[in-house]
């Protein structure tokens, strides 16, 4: 596989001009998915090495698929002239991303080697938050006048080709650049080349510079649109978002769902380029405050002890039962929490959704806890059965009520879904249910 | 808001014709993805009469974002020339899709009233695999000719312009329809007229039909893409994939992923138009295993039930330490099957993944162990607080290990990653860290 003689090629630290040229002619063989691949896992001086043998647009493309955390690690490696070549190729908005990592010295260094134009679009990107959809767009806008013909606009196109991010949208502005409409390449080809740009034009799909990225992201996927033009306050065109951009909003949105679902902060570069210190620093934080809670269940369990000294088998059930509370908590969670990301459930929904989980839980607890009756019954007594069976039927109702509800009010006060995420829920779950287990048993046993 | 008064107008079972076209002109006002969210929690009677009043581009529109399985329910509400017309709408991929879901007889109806180029194309789409990407290309494609001068291939282009699903990707192909290339229509328009297609041409990054899903529409996203070019083993174009299709993708595999990591079977439909019973199901085999295998834990305590008897301290910290264990194993699991996912993580890594969790599960076991033994040492003494930081330390490290290496292995058998979902880790977590921890109880406390 070339790939592996490319990594080999690699250790033996090749810096002659014969062994570059021979890393080269492998690179060249190694897809750009692969490359892409390498380049997020390789150290980074060695990364630099072979992003230097790779020919101007591969590179360019790796680079741009990299995040902005690792293309700023690269950069470090790289010289100032190459450094330069990169920057001045990148879009207006990838720039932005890429200006955040950077030091102050090297990033005011980069933009004051631009040309006026292009320095103006980085700055008015970077003049939005970075949760705004405005940071993402591309200023670089090819646009039509209402009243040009169909002909007049094909040569406007035609001339202007190369220079905006995409001209498979064309916006079509007044003379105050208010967005009246959309038209597409596609459109103007197939029309009479007489008719006004005006007749051809349809409504746009169009978004505030100051709209959350995530919600824009999936309208914009969800309408399978090629580009969405972005406007100000007054409607006017700012700049356009084109598909990959929102592609890559979900795709970080979606990495960090995932990560705090697990109960861990997202890292920055990917998992195999980050030093075993920033893995432990995403995850530690969660790690102690779910250890603190989780005390709770210690505090709890102290509170039964006499009953425990009493009747010992209790113990035995202790990791079963919460866990099984957790296990339910966590499946109505991740399904609540999803469907809050793409959209089918919003705020509104509460209600409805804990009457769902409130009848999930009742199902899902109903059978747990017959078949919990009968096999403990039938090794530890019916009584002890009893216990357990409608300890797991209660366990079941309240942790999936609980994790169907926790995400929904976490949007509504303003916090991301996903931080109660699993972990969270396990934990809360875990003290009530031991609360529910020792009440039941209690009254029950007669302890 | 005009949604909900849409809402409201719907409860009141609007039959009249009076009352349909109040109806309409409030469809009208709500903004396309509004609508979509309202056909995905409507009751399947309500969302067919606010589907009959769209207008036609809406309401297709409206109709293919909906999943196979709410298309299928929806349709079986609507007349059979409102089907019809639906489903003679459709590119040859969804129509594929949706016909999985439809009953046979109504499907074969369906298919028998297209014309036969329509019909060979769908079934074409319909000979591969679902998790094939065969499965999703479009086979409606405008394809040019290498010796073709520029000016005639926009001839061509604009000749055919409203056939296939997109133009902006144009594959070259050979007289045995072998791809050579392809082109854009930016690079069309911006080239010199009389120049041939063969010299204006790129190398196409393309996929062949039986290539898995997933990975391809990955991969298309990750290279930014318009529209990827599909062929046969030959090289022979069948399709062309565009990128509506590959985010399609995505969006199910990662809605399979996130509910897989909480523990349950992904929903056909939306969330809100689920049935209970529905939801049960996915989630209550997942569930009813589980408990089966906490009931390990069950087995384990009873093992040292007398140990337990002499120091009932030690059930105390059971939920606190088989969840710590639970929590660490969620982490790494969770970063590597997002990892493993989105390809920055490979098979050939698992050495390098056991290594980092091995590192990364000690400095976490060394802070929380620590903190543990402090803690508990004041309030329990120092003996037990040994024991208790010990079982910590030795629980994050395999918790972790364990937690990193499932997912790969779980690929490397050819099983979805995700199936060793935090639940499942979880619950392997508990038994395991219960022997640990009765065993380093066992040394230090002489029982």
Chains 1, 2 share one sequence.
């Not at 001086?45 to 690269?74: G, N």
């Amino acid at each position: 596989m070339t790939m592996d003689q490319l990594i080999d090629s690699l250790r033996d630290h090749p810096r002659n001009e014969a062994e570059l040229v021979k890393l080269g002619h492998l690179a060249r063989k190694v897809p750009t998915h692969d490359m892409a691949y390498l380049m997020k896992t390789l150290p980074t001086d060695q990364a630099a090495i072979v992003y230097r043998v790779l020919d101007k647009d591969t590179a360019l493309a790796v680079f741009e698929s990299l995040s902005p955390a690792t293309q700023a690690e690269l950069i470090a490696e790289l010289r100032h002239g190459e450094i330069f070549e990169i920057f001045n190729e990148l879009d207006p908005d990838d720039r932005a991303s890429l200006f955040d990592e950077l030091p102050a010295k090297v990033a005011d260094r980069l933009m004051s080697g631009l040309d006026l134009e292009q320095r103006t679009m980085t700055t008015t990107v970077l003049g939005y938050p970075e949760d705004a959809i405005g940071r993402y767009m591309s200023p670089e806008v090819l646009w039509l006048h209402p009243e040009w013909t169909v002909r007049r606009a094909i040569d406007h196109v035609k001339a202007h080709i190369d220079e905006p991010e995409t001209i498979y949208l064309l916006p079509v502005l007044d003379d105050s650049r208010i967005l009246l409409g959309v038209t597409g390449l596609r459109r103007l080809l197939s029309s009479d080349d007489d008719m006004t740009v005006r007749e051809i034009m349809r409504e746009a799909e169009s978004a505030h510079a100051t709209d959350p990225r995530e919600e824009t992201a999936r309208r914009f996927l969800g309408g399978k649109l090629l580009a969405m033009p972005i406007v100000d306050a007054e409607h006017r065109l700012l700049g356009v978002l084109t598909y990959d951009d929102a592609v890559e909003i979900i795709n970080e949105e979606d990495a960090e769902d995932a990560a705090r679902s697990g109960g861990a902060e997202p890292l920055e570069k990917s998992y195999l380029s980050s030093s075993i210190m920033r893995i432990v620093q995403s995850r530690v934080v969660w790690l102690v405050m779910l250890a603190l809670s989780a005390a709770l269940t210690v505090k709890v369990l102290d509170l039964f002890e006499d009953k425990l000294s009493t009747v010992v088998i209790l113990a035995l059930f202790i990791p079963l039962l919460t866990g099984t509370g957790g296990n339910t908590g966590n499946q109505a969670a991740t399904t609540v929490t999803r469907a809050l990301a793409v959209g089918e459930v919003r705020i509104r929904d509460l209600p409805k959704v804990i009457w769902r989980e409130l009848r999930v839980g009742f199902v899902l607890g109903l059978i747990l806890g017959s078949l919990a009756f009968v096999i403990t019954g039938f090794i530890y007594g019916f009584t002890f059965g009893t216990v357990i069976g409608l300890t797991l039927l209660a366990v079941c109702v309240q942790a999936a009520v609980v994790g169907g509800m926790m995400p929904i009010i976490a949007k509504k006060v303003g916090a991301d879904p996903a931080v109660f995420s699993n972990p969270f829920i396990s934990t809360f779950c875990d003290a009530t249910g031991l609360l529910i287990y020792f009440g039941i048993a209690s009254v029950i046993l007669g302890i």
